[in-house]
């Protein structure tokens, strides 16, 4: 088997498939998260804790000398990174645990038992007479 056909083979695989696509979904719902946290959940929260930015939190180590800039420990962007994360831990917490309770839901709802073909019948009815005519006591003569 040659490099070529080998990569073909892995490259189809489905495990590779759907990993991809749970990449780029991945990707694309990590925008929309952070767009909620940022846009929807910091605002009232920076309003409610009276408006403090913590990526503006800093502590300078060594001031700016000529056209060297300072050297700054900016520890208020970690805080707000742990805020972040633990915003969008509890939201895909959340959403996970909504997704389970729908499939809870979906698991206990009772399923109706196939209807069986017209072969399926045809064949119990065969059976079904088979059954009958062997139980009928049968005249010797």
């Known amino acids: 088997m040659g490099v070529i056909s ?3 083979a892995f490259a189809v695989k489905g495990n590779v498939v759907d990993m991809a696509v749970g990449i780029i979904i991945g990707a694309a719902f990590g925008k929309i998260v952070s767009s909620f946290v940022g ?3 910091m605002p009232p929260l ?3 804790i009276g408006g403090v930015d913590f990526s ?3 502590v300078t180590l060594k001031a700016a000398v000529g056209d060297a800039p300072a050297v700054m420990l900016a520890y208020g962007k970690f805080i707000q990174s742990v805020i972040d994360f633990i915003i969008v831990a509890f939201a895909i917490f959340m959403g996970v645990k909504a997704i389970n ?3 809870r839901e979906e698991a206990v709802a009772p399923s109706l038992p196939p209807v069986p ?3 399926e019948m045809l064949l119990g009815e065969i059976r079904d007479l088979l059954k009958l005519q062997n ?3 049968r005249n010797l003569e």
């Open 56 to 58: 503006d939190l800093a």
């Open 135 to 137: 139980e009928r006591p």
């Open 6 to 8: 080998e990569f073909k």
């Open 101 to 103: 309770r729908l499939k």
């Open 39 to 41: 846009d929807v959940i």
């Open 46 to 48: 920076g309003l409610l």
């Open 117 to 119: 073909s017209k072969e």
